[in-house]
């Protein structure tokens, strides 16, 4: 498996976009979030109900969001990245996956995300950081 910065600099020397993408096509990810999700599921032997719940999102739309009827915003996603839970990286790749921006340590609401996972927080203990620092919660939060 090709590491990023070796594929972007066989991208960058291509001589034409065909040719790369057809000498890279096994390296191109087209598994669907959803998708994803239920292989971290799997990989994890975790159930998607407990994921659900601890990450404190609605039954109903948590499972949409697993079958893929729905498609998570930013927020879902870190609230899923606590329900499983996973590392720093492990949710920054999911957050890439999905095209939404990654945690950036020098917004104060990601860092203290950050500072969440990285102290293996609950949602609610997470919920109750951001509450202390006045800053939005996950659940509360009006993003596309």
């Known amino acids: 498996m090709k590491n990023t910065t070796r594929l972007l600099n066989e991208l960058k020397s291509a001589k034409s976009f065909v040719g790369f993408a057809d000498k890279n096509t096994n390296v191109f990810s087209d598994e669907s979030i959803s998708d994803y999700l239920q292989r971290l599921c799997y990989e ?37 990245g606590f329900g499983f839970p996973l590392a720093l990286s492990e949710l920054q790749m999911l957050l890439r996956m ?36 006045k800053l939005p919660l996950l659940d509360k939060c009006n993003e596309k």
């Open 98 to 133: 999905a095209g939404k921006s990654q945690l950036y340590p020098k917004i104060k609401r990601d860092a203290a995300i950050i500072y969440g996972l990285n102290n293996n927080y609950t949602v609610t203990q997470m919920q109750e950081l951001l509450e202390e620092q």
């Open 44 to 80: 994890r032997n975790v159930e998607l109900a407990q994921v659900i719940k601890r990450s404190g999102i609605d039954r109903t739309y948590g499972y949409q969001l697993f079958n893929g009827r729905r498609s998570p915003s930013r927020d879902k996603l870190i609230q899923l």
